[in-house]
């Protein structure tokens, strides 16, 4: 089985500090790992990923994630936080092994992001 | 958005009605998925669709009938629904293989009255 846990339900931050959003995962075998932005009334978007490779990944609009293996953690930052960031994130995982879960992506529950002038 | 399109992006339906959804994907993809998104429930897969043969169903009751003819096209048709379905329903595409990172059609809100 594989699951994802986004602890925060919520994160404020002022705009221009750092931006940390949480993620744990379980998987049986290799993770592969994602995180997806969600703004009102709008489909999800990709932001970045880890498949294999180094563990600091970078992705879309400054985001970047690193993988953690040890404390199988995948949290997602931002150097410097801007008021269009304020949304709703969502860590996802599927397992590497094909024969495990096929293409499925497990969500975690979400974590809304609130950015603050 | 336009990667991935659904139609119509709104709907309300009575629990007698039939409808359908549309998804298209526009990036060559091999798989297609379906997924519910409820408020303050995680994102629900539904349905999982390989080179347009299933390959998931994820419990779905059977008023939710996906159909798959082509590996860019997909449809959800829905009958006799009740009120706790009500929901965005997402449509995403993938490339199984290679990038693996699915991306998201903008969703259908549907609301069945």
């Known amino acids: 089985a594989q699951s994802v846990a986004q602890p925060e339900d919520q994160v404020n931050v002022a705009e221009g500090n750092p931006l940390t959003v949480k993620c744990t995962y379980s998987v049986s075998g290799n993770p592969y790992l994602f995180w997806y932005v969600q703004y009102p009334n709008r489909g999800l978007q990709f932001l970045l990923k880890?498949?294999?490779?180094?563990?600091l990944v970078k992705g879309s609009y400054g985001f970047e994630a690193e993988f953690n293996k040890s404390q199988t953690s995948f949290h997602l930052k931002k150097p410097s936080a801007l008021v269009s960031d304020s949304a709703l994130y969502f860590c996802a995982v599927r397992d590497g092994m094909i024969k495990a879960a096929g293409n499925k992506l497990t969500f975690g529950g979400g974590t809304r992001v609130l950015v603050k002038p | 958005e336009t990667g991935v399109t659904q139609t119509p992006r709104h709907l309300v339906m009575g629990m007698t009605n039939k409808k359908s959804l549309k998804c298209e994907q526009h990036l060559g993809h091999n798989a297609m998925y379906w997924y519910k998104q409820s408020a303050k429930k995680p994102l629900e897969l539904m349905f999982v669709y390989n080179f347009k043969e299933q390959t998931e169903n994820n419990s779905v009751p059977s008023r939710f009938s996906p159909e798959c003819p082509n590996s860019s096209h997909l449809f959800l048709h829905l009958h006799t629904l009740q009120p706790e379905d009500s929901a965005l329903y997402l449509c995403?595409?993938?490339?199984?293989?290679?990038?693996?990172?699915?991306?998201f059609g903008p969703g259908t809100r549907l609301t069945v009255t």
């Open positions: 995403a595409s993938s490339q199984e293989g290679s990038s693996y990172e699915q991306y």
């Open positions: 880890y498949i294999t490779g180094d563990n």
